[in-house]
């Protein structure tokens, strides 16, 4: 599955190594469905580090993938070019990130609405990027907009708060009140 089609990505409370991932996304169906991901599979994997084999033709042969994958990360991770960057606003400077980074995304045909927290300072930027700046790794968009706003530290759980309510029934006898 593309990143792209992840919509929120949360780290559940609990074990650490590995660290689990609640990420919710759109289905082919239609609909958005929950899942969970270990840190293997939401950061490395999408690196190729879990492929499986290919044919080699002039062999015949089956051969494994998964290591020269990773070696080829590994050689240009070391030369300082990271799989996903985002731009930190409040820092104001580029970033490496991986994707147990994203919060929130929100796509279009094109583009994808990206909320980041920084490893660095911990903030929150919203860029937007690509679909391949997130669903290919080493790929970075010449230019990306950023949204130029300091958000509040809890802004992620005033939206899920907001969502919450906006799909309760509450706020549907509010609303029938309000008529």
Known sequence: MALSAFRTIEELPGAAHPAV???RFDCDCGEEHDGLLSHDDLDWAPLGLASGEFLNLMT???EPVAAEFGELAAHRIKAGEWPWSFFCYPEE????VFPSSFALLSA???TVGLAVRCPSCRRLSLNLVSRTHVDVPFHNDREIGVVEHLFAVDALATLEEFRAELWSA???ARRLALE
């Not at 400077?93 to 490496?96: H, I, K």
Request: proline fraction near 12%; aromatic fraction near 12%; hydrophobic fraction near 30%.
């Open 170 to 172: 509450s706020f549907d």
């Open 93 to 96: 400077q580029p970033r490496p």
């Open 60 to 62: 015949s042969r089956l």
């Open 21 to 23: 991932f609640r990420v």
């Open 108 to 110: 279009s045909d094109a």
